[in-house]
């Protein structure tokens, strides 16, 4: 038996909306395809903290006689960073005497903090700002020594050491 005119009619609609059904379906996940290969195109930026300092060497002078001494001598420190970081960090070992025969130890060498104008005693790691937002920044440091009797006269040379880290 044939089907009538109308029952093909239904028939013939019923399948074409399976196909437009289907049809959407393909453009859908096309477009996520599409979707999926563009996001793995895009690069990531990398965080970055880069840290440098004006002298590479300080020099923090010369001292008449025993006493607390500023030191003529600035340091100045350059950061550029594309994230939030922790500030800098700045410690220093012991002065040694050229030739042996002393030392004047991290907890007579201060540093001049920026924010306050204090100085603090650099026994420990200072933090010379707190931290900080992106940008470019200069802060300058300046240094304070302290000599005694005890320090034989002579060039006593250390290590100076700035850092910055990135926040978590």
Known sequence: MKPSRRERAVAMSGLGARAHALGRLVVAAAVLALWAETAHAIPKVERYVSVSVTPATLDLGSVPQPGTYDSASELK??????????????????????GGGGSIGPERVFVKLPATDNYV????????????????????????????????????????????????
């Open 77 to 98: 420190v350059h950061v550029t960073a594309n994230c939030v970081h922790g500030g800098v960090v700045a410690s220093v070992t012991a002065l040694e005497r050229a």
């Open 121 to 168: 005693a650099m026994t420990n790691p200072v933090a010379v700002t707190g931290p900080m937002n992106p940008g470019v920044f200069d802060v300058i440091l300046k240094f304070r020594v302290e000599t005694t009797w005890a320090d034989d006269p002579g060039e006593y040379t250390g290590t100076l050491t700035i850092t910055c880290a990135g926040a978590p």
